[in-house]
């Protein structure tokens, strides 16, 4: 089933953009685990439409229902399941969609491998309304990767064509982390909120949309983590940044850009300070072989324009074979980076937290809760 990740902790999303709900089912969990309900409402918050110019009208609470796996604020051990109401829909806004195929979506792909039944309101099962349930996924595993001291957060660093200041991947704090989460426009570089929101506004006057790349820091993981060839930290972390829609690339370290170094450059020297072993630059992303080396682990995601616009685009009429013209209804974000950044949080904390289950055991993660005196 291509709705399940995990070989650990497993996830399986179900639900429809405009159906009754949309949702979640979590297994393999350790049990025993603090859960704060307020954390999962403030990373819900993060995800859920704003008032922002950036941001699609529709109102969704995305207030979740827990049904099983947590009792008294603790993980119990058996599955989670939880569901996340669909109450704002406006499904007249895709009749025509029957016929007429959204450049940029998954209408004719969908079509093609469901043979027609494909629910195309608010584009059905591929609509980014089911990042919801993988948010959720997200806060749960990141409360439990903190006790472990990892933490994950993320900053927006281009928006069409303008950047915000990338990290110093050797020096990546807990507390710009924190700070970055507590952000609408996370950036770095604080003059660029305003000139990010400016590119996005633009492009919303011309009916039109724009992307952006999303650079996540991963603290914490200690040296040693992963295997190589298929199992590897890259592989599992790319395989699960793929399931957001719109995401369109993944690098990790300096990427693509590590073809224009020598390998000189490339190479992350080594050196000791305070009996730990750390690299002078990070260039590799944390990572060698497939395994972490206990520097902060970096990659960079990049998100694709919205495509749902309400510029008139050419396309294809399915139902009567032929060439027609499409103006996109509906409500729809004029870029989805903002509101991609939590949920690259979220499914980045659940790969990881699938990767210390495979390395350690449900045994030795719990010995290592003790050992942490929580």
Do not use: W
Not at 118 to 132: E, I, Y
């Amino acid at each position: 089933m291509g709705s399940v990740f995990g070989k650990n902790i497993k996830i399986s999303v179900f639900g429809e953009s405009h159906g009754p709900a949309v949702g979640v089912v979590i297994d393999g969990l350790p049990s025993g685990f603090d859960i704060d309900y307020d954390i999962i409402s403030k990373e819900m918050g993060r995800r859920k439409p704003s008032s922002g110019v950036y941001s699609t009208s529709r109102n969704e609470t995305d207030e979740v229902e827990i049904l099983s796996g947590i009792n008294n604020g603790k993980t119990t051990g058996t599955p989670i399941a939880a569901i996340i109401r669909n109450i704002d829909r406006k499904s007249s806004d895709y009749d025509e969609l029957d016929r007429l195929l959204r450049p940029g979506h998954a209408d004719f792909s969908g079509f093609i491998r469901y043979n027609g039944y494909n629910d195309k309101r608010g584009s059905g099962h591929f609509s980014g309304r089911l990042t919801a349930p993988l948010v959720f996924a997200g806060a749960i595993a990141a409360q439990i990767l903190n006790v472990y001291d990892i933490t994950i957060g993320s900053h927006i660093d281009s928006i069409y064509d303008a950047h915000d200041l990338r990290f110093d991947s050797t020096k990546i704090t807990k507390d710009q982390l924190l700070m970055l989460r507590s952000m609408d426009i996370p950036v770095n570089d604080r003059s660029c909120r305003e000139l990010f929101l400016q590119i996005i506004e633009e492009a919303r006057n011309n009916s039109d949309s724009v992307g952006g790349i999303v650079e996540t820091a991963i603290i914490g993981i200690p040296a040693g983590i992963g295997s190589p060839i298929f199992e590897n930290v890259e592989a599992k972390i790319s395989s699960i940044l793929f399931s957001i829609p719109a995401v369109k690339g993944v690098e990790f370290g300096e990427g693509f850009g590590i073809t224009r170094l020598y390998g000189s450059q490339a190479n992350d020297s080594f050196y000791i300070e305070d009996g730990n072993i750390y690299t002078k630059t990070n260039h590799n992303g944390g990572i060698n072989g497939g395994i972490t080396n206990g520097m902060p682990v970096v990659f960079r995601t990049a998100v694709k324009p919205t495509s749902s616009i309400a510029k008139e685009q050419d396309t294809v009429d399915i139902k009567e074979g032929k060439n027609a013209k499409l103006m996109v209804k509906g409500r729809h974000d004029a870029c989805i980076v903002p509101r991609a950044v939590p949920v690259i949080d979220a499914v980045a904390a659940v790969a990881v937290l699938d990767i210390l289950m495979d390395h350690y055991g449900l045994e030795g993660f719990n010995k290592g809760r003790k050992h942490n005196g929580k």
